[in-house]
């Protein structure tokens, strides 16, 4: 397991009980690089949403433990916030509360001449997912699968 990995699960660690505490959700938790900068992020939510009073009181309470355990050895800038809606699905818990509704799925390679697909979350296992659009089943197996979301129709 590499730095960056377990950074983010001593993190989540330290995190999920500050949320739990506060009645929301750890929806995930991740250390990435962006423009030069370290980013350690964590995702929060709840049914009615998050707001921004809630990531204020995940993130102060969440720096502290963070100062309290000083386990990251690079300069970072800490942000909590809302997954957003266009979250994509990682985790047991997103695909079983996403059964039923309509996905988007980006494939890394082309899959039938296309790497874009939508249909509604019918199965999916630790190794597969299934779709259902216009009355044809597609699976796909995880490990082609670049991103799966929620799909968001304007």
């Known amino acids: 397991m590499g730095r ?26 991740e250390f990435v690089k962006e423009a030069g900068c370290w980013y350690l992020r964590g ?13 204020e009181a995940v993130s102060r309470l969440f720096s502290d433990k963070l100062d309290e355990n000083d386990f990251i ?9 809302s997954p957003g809606l266009d979250r994509p699905l990682k985790k047991e818990k997103d695909f079983a509360r996403s059964v039923g ?5 980006r494939t890394y390679r082309p899959i039938e001449k296309q790497k ?9 296992d630790n190794d597969s997912v299934t779709i259902e659009d216009e009355g ?15 799909a968001i129709y304007f």
């Open 4 to 29: 960056r990995e377990q950074y983010e699960q001593r993190a989540e660690a330290l995190l999920a009980p500050i949320v739990e505490a506060q009645g929301f959700e750890l929806v995930d938790v």
């Open 43 to 55: 995702y929060i939510d709840k049914p009615e949403g998050i707001t921004v009073n809630d990531c």
């Open 73 to 81: 050895e690079e300069s970072y800038i800490m942000e909590i916030s």
């Open 101 to 105: 509704k309509d996905v988007e799925i």
């Open 116 to 124: 874009e697909f939508y249909g509604t979350l019918v199965a999916y």
């Open 136 to 150: 044809e089943t597609k699976v796909f197996e995880k490990k082609d699968i670049a991103l799966i979301r929620l």
